[in-house]
C-alpha cells in the first residue's frame, strides 16, 4: 500500500511539473525567464502599436553578456555608455507575442520587443530591429523599480 501511495504522489507530482512546464504563462515558466537577472530589478513601459492598441512590457534586468548568452543573440550591446538591458518578461514566459488577450482561456496580451534597452535616466527605451537599435517613439509610462530581498 505505501509504494502504491509513492506511486500516486510521484505521478501527481510529474503531471504537475510537465503542465508547468509546457504551458504558457506558468510560475515555473516567469522563474525559467528570470534565471540570470539582476534580482530585483524591473521596468515596465507602455507603448502604442501600429494597429492602435497600448500594452504594458514587463522586464526584468540582466548583464549584457548573460543576456546575450541566454538568447543566444548575435548583436551587440548599444553603443552608449550607462545603458540597461532587459528581457521582456511576459514574452519570455508565453512563448511569443499574444495579439490580443483571451478572456476564455485567461492569457493576456503580450507584445512589445524580445529585448529592450534604456537610458541611464529611465526616459527613453529601444529595441532591436534589422540590424540597429531604434528608440521607441511612442513608450510612455516608463517605471523602474528595485525589490530589495
Same mark, same amino acid.
Given at each position: =500500500?505505501?509504494?502504491?501511495?509513492?506511486? %500516486?504522489?510521484?505521478?501527481?507530482?510529474?503531471?504537475?511539473? =510537465?503542465?508547468? @512546464?509546457?504551458?504558457?504563462?506558468?510560475?515555473?515558466?516567469?522563474?525559467?525567464?528570470?534565471?540570470?537577472?539582476?534580482?530585483?530589478?524591473?521596468?515596465?513601459?507602455?507603448?502604442?502599436?501600429? !494597429?492602435?492598441?497600448?500594452?504594458? %512590457?514587463?522586464?526584468?534586468?540582466?548583464?549584457?553578456?548573460?543576456?546575450?548568452?541566454? =538568447?543566444? =543573440?548575435?548583436? *551587440?550591446?548599444?553603443?552608449?555608455?550607462?545603458?540597461?538591458?532587459?528581457?521582456?518578461? !511576459?514574452?519570455?514566459?508565453?512563448?511569443?507575442?499574444?495579439?490580443?488577450?483571451?478572456?476564455?482561456?485567461?492569457?493576456?496580451?503580450?507584445?512589445?520587443?524580445?529585448?529592450?534597452?534604456?537610458?541611464?535616466?529611465?526616459?527613453?527605451?529601444?529595441? @532591436?530591429?534589422?540590424? *540597429?537599435?531604434?528608440?521607441?517613439?511612442?513608450?510612455?509610462?516608463?517605471?523602474?523599480?528595485? *525589490?530589495?530581498?
Amino acid at each position: =500500500l505505501f509504494w502504491k501511495i509513492l506511486v %500516486v504522489i510521484l505521478l501527481v507530482g510529474v503531471v504537475i511539473f =510537465l503542465y508547468q @512546464h509546457f504551458s504558457r504563462g506558468t510560475t515555473l515558466r516567469y522563474w525559467y525567464s528570470n534565471c540570470g537577472c539582476i534580482p530585483g530589478h524591473r521596468l515596465s513601459f507602455v507603448f502604442k502599436t501600429f !494597429d492602435r492598441q497600448t500594452p504594458k %512590457v514587463n522586464g526584468v534586468e540582466f548583464d549584457w553578456e548573460k543576456l546575450k548568452n541566454k =538568447l543566444s =543573440l548575435t548583436f *551587440e550591446a548599444m553603443d552608449r555608455q550607462g545603458m540597461h538591458y532587459y528581457l521582456n518578461i !511576459d514574452r519570455c514566459a508565453y512563448g511569443g507575442v499574444v495579439q490580443v488577450a483571451s478572456w476564455l482561456d485567461n492569457i493576456p496580451q503580450v507584445r512589445g520587443p524580445e529585448i529592450f534597452a534604456v537610458n541611464s535616466e529611465y526616459t527613453q527605451v529601444y529595441y @532591436h530591429d534589422d540590424g *540597429e537599435w531604434h528608440p521607441y517613439i511612442s513608450a510612455r509610462d516608463i517605471r523602474y523599480t528595485t *525589490e530589495h530581498r
